[in-house]
C-alpha cells in the first residue's frame, strides 16, 4: 500500500517521453528527444522545473525509445551536481564534495513500451499512482510554457470534468480545437488561420479518466478515441492560456529555445525559484 497524499501535497505529474521524435531526428538520432539538450540540461529537465515551482515533488516518465538514456541520466543526477572522489579498486566507493544543490523530487522511471501509443502509455504508468491521487497532471516531453500550474489544478477542480487541457496558439501546423460554452466540442485539421487554440500538454487527468477511456491496447492514442470520448461525453474543458507556449518538434524550434535560453529571456523559467 503506498503511502496517503499529506494535505497540500500536489498531484503528480505523468511525462510522455516514449516517442521517437522523426522531426529531429538529427538530434535525435543519438538522444530520445526529451533528452536533448537546452542549454546544459534536457528539455525534460526544463519541464520538470516549471512543474516544480509549485510544489510538484513526484514525477512518472513514461519511457519508450532509449529508455536507457534516462535511466543514467536521473540514476546519475546527484554525481553530477557536486565534485566527487571516486575509488576504484577491490573496495570501491565515492566521496561527495560540498552541499548537493540538486531537486528534492521522486522520478519513477516506468517502461511503458518501445511503440506503445500515448493512450497505452498513460495506462500502463498509471500503476505508480497513489491510492489516494485523485488527479494527476500530463503532459508531452517536448512543450515549455510559463503555465501557472496551481491555478491550472484549481480551474479543472472548480469545473469538476474528467479532463483539463491547456489550450494554447499553434504555430499554423496543428490540428485545432473548437471550443464552444466553455466546452471542447470537436477538433480541426491544420487550420490556415493560427487564431485558434491548439491542445499544448499540461493537462489535468482525473483518475476516473484511465478506467473509463483507456486500456493497455499498444495501438491506444491518447488524442484520438480517449480524447473524442471525453469530448463527446462532456468531460474535456480547456484551460485557455494567452502565454507563452513552445515544443520543440524541428530543428529550428529546438534552436529558438536554445537561443532563448542562451540570452537569458527563457519565458519558461518566470515562475521558477
Known amino acids: 500500500m503506498q503511502q496517503e497524499n ?3 501535497e500536489m498531484p503528480p505529474v505523468m511525462i510522455l517521453c516514449g516517442g521517437r ?16 539538450e537546452i542549454g546544459e540540461q534536457p528539455i525534460i529537465w526544463h519541464i520538470m522545473r516549471c512543474f516544480a515551482a509549485f510544489g510538484v515533488k513526484r514525477f ?25 572522489t571516486i575509488k576504484l579498486g577491490h573496495d570501491p566507493g565515492i566521496l561527495y564534495h560540498g552541499n548537493s544543490e540538486a531537486d528534492d523530487w521522486q522520478v519513477t522511471l516506468a517502461g511503458t ?7 497505452c502509455r498513460v495506462f500502463r504508468a498509471s500503476r505508480y499512482l497513489k491510492d489516494s491521487d485523485r488527479e494527476f497532471f500530463l503532459t508531452y516531453g517536448d512543450g515549455l510554457a510559463d503555465i501557472n500550474i496551481a491555478t491550472l489544478l484549481k480551474f479543472h477542480r472548480d469545473h469538476g470534468r474528467l479532463l ?7 504555430a499554423g501546423r496543428f490540428g485545432a480545437m473548437n471550443i464552444v460554452g466553455g466546452l471542447v466540442r470537436g477538433f480541426e485539421e491544420k487550420p490556415a488561420k493560427p487564431e485558434g487554440y491548439i491542445n499544448g500538454g499540461y493537462m489535468v487527468v482525473n483518475r476516473e479518466f484511465i478506467s473509463r477511456y483507456l486500456s493497455d491496447d499498444p495501438a491506444l492514442s491518447f488524442e484520438k478515441e480517449p480524447m473524442l470520448a471525453a469530448v463527446n461525453d462532456s468531460q474535456m474543458v480547456p484551460f485557455c492560456h494567452e502565454g507563452f507556449w513552445q515544443c520543440m518538434d524541428t530543428p529550428r524550434e529546438y534552436q529558438l529555445l536554445n537561443d ?4 537569458g529571456n527563457a519565458p519558461w523559467t518566470v515562475n521558477w525559484r
Open 260 to 263: 532563448l535560453w542562451k540570452r
Open 60 to 84: 512518472i516518465l513514461c519511457l519508450g525509445y532509449k529508455k536507457e538514456k534516462f535511466i543514467d541520466y536521473f540514476v546519475n543526477y546527484h554525481i553530477r551536481t557536486i565534485d566527487v
Open 164 to 170: 483539463t487541457c491547456s489550450a494554447v496558439h499553434p
Open 6 to 8: 499529506t494535505k497540500d
Open 21 to 36: 521524435g522523426t522531426r529531429l531526428m538529427e538530434v535525435t538520432e543519438l538522444l530520445p528527444k526529451p533528452m536533448v
Open 113 to 119: 513500451g518501445l511503440d506503445s501509443m500515448t493512450g
